[in-house]
């Protein structure tokens, strides 16, 4: 019984520093994110959105759902639903700008998410790294979705008189006070953090024990075949496992891997295999209540089939080349 209590005080020993570094950094991070948000960083980001709706035979006014997207999911979806029901879209033309939709729709989660959270939990160089790989995926399916309208869409795809009835206004000016803004973002952290640290906290521990006590490399050794095949460790296989089910739990399992087991590029790979095995569970948990919110349940389930297709072949198409020999 002493010698458990011994062990259990020399582990939170072991945690406690390392979770207060991670804690601090997503404090800061988060913050500063809903700072950004707060004050309109993100609008200026996703101004770029009406250089592409020209190219795509979408009206400008489409610009303003992408743009919106940008600062919330919800609202940019809406306003695209908006322009379908009043028949200024069509539903190629729709799923057109839903596809053109997802760059922006990734950078609010680079300043919510992955910024604040996911790169201090990886580390600098995998958090980069994994990062701007997500970036590139998001932003190639955004230029599919570009180059399908350039070849799919045509003036019998947009009726262009419907705007007359269609609210194109964009999101409403923000009239609040510097200090309003400032102790609303300090707000909106207080309750990420408390909901993302006590996870975390929990998460973290019953890894770094699970690491310290566990023979890991003899659990993991009935999948060296298929890791052998991509060149992953044995020890990704725990860490797919937890990132299908969440993410920042995923993020901290691979974290507390021992150096030197993963290089940047087979741990990058490791958690977007670990993405493309969560669609799974993430499309019952937060996608078909979403879209079928949005679109209804015939419209909503194309949004779905056209989103994840296009993920599946680009997250793929990167882990092979991550994981590509030759180079």
């Known amino acids: 019984m002493q010698s458990a209590a011994v062990e ?12 207060a570094r991670i804690t601090a950094f997503i404090a800061a991070g988060v913050f500063a994110a809903n700072v950004a948000v707060a004050f309109g960083l993100i609008r200026y980001v996703a101004g770029l959105a009406g250089w592409l709706t020209r190219p795509a035979n979408l009206p400008d006014e489409v610009g303003t759902a992408i743009l919106t997207t940008a600062a919330s999911t919800t609202a940019g979806y809406a ?7 009043s028949g200024l879209l069509d539903d190629r033309a729709t799923l057109v700008a839903v596809t053109i939709n997802t760059f922006f729709g990734f ?9 604040p959270v996911l790169i201090p939990i990886l580390g600098i160089r995998t958090g980069t790294v994994y990062v701007s ?15 399908a309208g350039s070849v799919l869409l045509s003036e ?7 705007l007359d009835d269609v609210d194109a206004s964009g999101p409403d000016a923000d009239d609040r006070s510097r200090r309003r803004r400032i102790r609303a973002a300090a707000e909106k952290s ?9 996870r975390l906290a929990v998460v973290y521990t019953l890894v770094i024990a699970f690491v310290t006590y566990s023979d890991v490399e003899s659990l993991t050794s009935v999948a060296e075949p298929v890791t052998g095949l991509l060149g992953l460790p044995g020890a990704a296989v725990p860490v797919v496992a937890v990132y299908t089910l969440d993410t920042t739990a995923g993020a901290v399992t691979l974290a507390g891997v021992d150096a ?16 493309i095995l969560s669609f799974a569970v993430s499309t019952f948990r937060r996608s078909i209540p979403f879209q079928y919110g949005i679109w209804g349940a015939e419209f909503g389930t194309k949004v779905i089939a056209v989103n994840t297709g296009l993920k599946l072949v680009f997250i793929s198409a990167t882990v ?8």
């Open 8 to 19: 259990l005080v020399s582990l939170l020993a072991d945690v406690a520093p390392r979770l």
């Open 79 to 85: 306003t695209l639903a908006e322009y379908r029901e």
């Open 107 to 115: 950078v609010q989660h680079v300043f919510t998410y992955y910024v």
């Open 133 to 147: 790989a997500r970036a590139g995926i998001a932003l190639a399916i955004t230029v599919t979705g570009v180059l």
């Open 156 to 162: 019998r795809n947009v009726n262009r008189d419907a």
């Open 190 to 198: 207080w309750k990420t953090l408390r909901r993302i640290v006590p």
């Open 260 to 275: 030197g087991i993963f290089t940047t590029r087979t741990a990058v790979a490791t958690l977007l295999i670990g993405g």
């Open 320 to 327: 092979a080349l991550l994981l590509a020999p030759v180079w």
